[in-house]
């Protein structure tokens, strides 16, 4: 072959086709999530199966049953600065909505005389943990007569079978 010849040599090919085998490789490798131990391969699902499968991956946490009623006490991470810290938030559940990784709870406290509620998206990073403190017997869905009620009204009775 002469120099100015524009055709690649079969050692460059060679090369040229290590290479590509090893992008290839590479692109398999990232191509492919875990989930539960398992290698899925996203190229074979549909758009509706990976966002399942990220679901399920990121619901992995052990959580008690929470029930509307009951006493919990919510462990929710607060970062200051760069140290991080868990902070309990006790209250009485009055809402749960949605389900999956979507699902909330609705806490309700009495803080110095206020009433104070948040919502925890129960699947939430920020949500260090969750204890059932106490069950309530409750014949409602939602608990929201309770924000209209003060002092010793606002209590719940306590149930014990479950």
Same mark, same amino acid.
């Given at each position: 072959?002469?120099?100015?010849?524009?055709?690649?040599?079969? $050692?460059? +090919?060679?090369?040229?086709? *290590?290479?590509?085998?090893?992008?290839?490789? !590479?692109?398999?490798?990232?191509?492919?999530?875990?989930?539960?131990?398992?290698?899925?391969?996203? $190229?074979? #699902?549909?758009?509706? !199966?990976?966002?399942?499968?990220?679901?399920?991956?990121? %619901?992995?946490?052990? #959580?008690?049953?929470?029930?509307?009623?009951?006493?919990?006490?919510?462990?929710? &991470?607060?970062?200051?600065?760069?140290?991080?810290?868990? $902070?309990?938030?006790?209250?009485?559940?009055?809402?749960?909505?949605? =389900?999956?990784?979507? @699902?909330?709870?609705?806490? &309700?406290?009495?803080? @110095? =005389?206020?009433?104070? !509620?948040?919502?925890? %998206?129960?699947?939430?990073?920020?949500?260090?943990?969750?204890?059932? *403190?106490?069950?309530?017997?409750?014949?409602?869905?939602? %608990?929201?007569? #309770?924000?209209? /009620? +003060? =002092?010793?009204?606002? /209590?719940?009775? $306590?149930?014990?079978?479950?």
């Amino acid at each position: 072959m002469s120099v100015d010849s524009k055709e690649p040599s079969s $050692q460059e +090919v060679k090369i040229e086709d *290590e290479s590509n085998a090893s992008e290839d490789s !590479e692109v398999k490798t990232a191509s492919e999530t875990k989930s539960k131990g398992k290698k899925i391969s996203i $190229q074979n #699902l549909s758009p509706a !199966e990976i966002i399942k499968t990220f679901e399920d991956a990121q %619901l992995g946490k052990d #959580l008690p049953d929470v029930y509307v009623g009951d006493t919990v006490r919510v462990g929710v &991470r607060i970062s200051e600065g760069n140290k991080e810290r868990v $902070q309990p938030y006790e209250g009485v559940v009055i809402a749960k909505r949605h =389900g999956g990784i979507h @699902q909330t709870i609705t806490v &309700r406290r009495i803080f @110095q =005389g206020i009433g104070v !509620e948040r919502i925890f %998206l129960v699947h939430s990073p920020q949500v260090a943990s969750i204890k059932v *403190e106490r069950r309530g017997k409750v014949r409602r869905a939602k %608990l929201f007569y #309770l924000r209209e /009620r +003060v =002092g010793k009204a606002t /209590r719940v009775k $306590q149930r014990f079978d479950r």
